[in-house]
């Protein structure tokens, strides 16, 4: 059971360049979250999901798209790199509500945009 | 005001001391609490969730103080695997959207 995986686990890009962040789960999971972290600062929601074909708006949204055609994955969208944009992002999934449940966390995504 | 605040640390312990840190929140109808845990360069895991009583698990015990809003979490007889960033994380109210604190980093010492 390989959980929350995402990958790449680390990415450097220049300015204006997209990628795409990738994640998927195998717990059936119909949550999942994308969230964002700053060093020495909290984790931040960019995008959530509460099952195919719905997300919605975290916290810090803006600079991001995301998709979720299936139940297992969740990539996120850069469209147009900026140096703010330099975070480990953490891609997470539950069974029920963020509130209610545990949320599994996947490796993580260092990027770095110059 | 941060919404989820935490004293950053370090705690530097010596190993089978008891330590505690605390977590103020300013929502006060914020509905559910937890702790959860962060190695170096990892993600984050769930360590526990923090009930109005008060609830303990091994050498952990975490506390809720609504009236003063504040959580803590006490470590007894403290190992070197304890060192670690511990998150505190707030549900305001909404459903989906945890408020994460940026966490207390606990260093353990032989």
């Known amino acids: 059971n390989a959980g929350v995986t995402q990958t790449p686990k680390f990415r450097i890009l220049k300015i204006g360049q997209s990628m795409t962040l990738q994640c998927t789960q195998d717990m059936n999971h119909n949550y999942m979250y994308w969230y964002r972290q700053d060093p020495g600062m909290g984790l931040k929601l960019i995008y959530y999901?509460?099952?195919?074909?719905?997300?919605d708006k975290g916290e810090v949204p803006n600079g991001y798209n995301v998709s979720r055609s299936t139940t297992e994955d969740f990539p996120l969208r850069l469209e147009l790199a900026a140096p703010s944009q330099t975070s480990v992002y953490f891609c997470a999934s539950s069974s029920q509500g963020g509130d209610t449940d545990t949320q599994y966390f996947g490796p993580g995504t260092r990027l770095t945009v110059l | 005001r941060k919404e989820v605040e935490q004293d950053p640390g370090p705690f530097n312990v010596p190993e089978g001391a008891t330590v505690a840190f605390n977590c103020t929140y300013s929502?006060?109808?914020?509905?559910?609490f937890f702790w959860y845990r962060q190695d170096c360069r990892k993600e984050p895991k769930l360590l526990m969730s923090?009930?109005?009583?008060?609830n303990e698990d091994g050498r952990f015990t975490a506390q809720l103080n609504r009236a003063s809003q504040y959580i803590s979490l006490l470590i007894r007889d403290s190992k070197l695997s304890d060192s670690a960033t511990y998150l505190c994380v707030v549900n305001p109210g909404s459903n989906y959207q945890l408020i994460w604190g940026a966490g207390t980093k606990l260093i353990i010492k032989p």
């Open positions: 929502n006060s109808a914020s509905q559910s």
């Open positions: 923090v009930y109005s009583s008060g």
């Open positions: 999901s509460v099952g195919a074909g719905i997300t």
